[in-house]
C-alpha cells in the first residue's frame, strides 16, 4: 500500500506563496487518484482539490480555484499543490490523500473515498 509524506508547509505573509509536495513511496503511484485537503482547528477536514491518475481532472474547491493548482508527477511519485495569493483562511494542516477506487479519471471530492493519509503539513498566513 501506498504511504505519503507531505511538505513545504510554513509561515508566509498574506499574498504570498508555498508549494506543498506530496512525496508516495510505492510503485503503484500512478495507479491512484490523489486528492489535497485541509483541517483549520475546529473544523472538520474540507476538500481542496484533486487529480485523476492522468493529470487531466483537476477539480478544486471554489475558495481556493484561481489560486491554487494541483499537479502530479508520476515519474517521481508525487503530487504538488501551488497555492498562490494565499489568505489568512487558508491556514490549515494540508493533507494528501490516495484513492484507489473507481476509474482512472473519476475523481472524489469527499474525504471518505480516500483510503491512505499523509501525516500532514502546517500552513499558516498571517495578515
Known amino acids: 500500500q501506498v504511504q505519503l509524506v507531505e511538505s513545504g508547509g510554513g509561515l508566509v505573509q498574506a499574498g504570498g506563496s508555498l508549494r506543498l509536495s506530496c512525496a508516495a513511496s510505492a510503485l503503484a503511484f500512478s495507479w491512484y487518484k490523489m486528492g489535497w485537503f485541509r483541517e483549520a482547528p475546529g473544523k472538520e477536514r474540507e476538500f481542496v482539490a484533486a487529480?485523476?491518475?492522468?493529470?487531466?481532472?483537476?477539480p478544486y474547491a471554489v475558495s481556493v480555484k484561481g489560486r491554487f493548482t494541483i499537479s502530479r508527477d508520476n515519474a517521481k511519485n508525487t503530487v504538488y499543490l501551488q497555492m498562490n495569493s494565499l489568505k489568512p483562511e487558508d491556514t490549515a494542516v494540508y493533507f494528501c490523500?490516495?484513492?484507489?477506487?473507481?476509474?482512472?479519471?473519476?475523481?472524489?471530492?469527499?474525504?471518505?473515498?480516500?483510503?491512505?493519509w499523509g501525516q500532514g503539513t502546517q500552513v499558516t498566513v498571517s495578515s
Open positions: 490523500g490516495a484513492d484507489s477506487s473507481g476509474g482512472p479519471e473519476v475523481v472524489r471530492l469527499t474525504v471518505e473515498w480516500y483510503n491512505v
Open positions: 487529480i485523476s491518475r492522468s493529470g487531466g481532472t483537476t
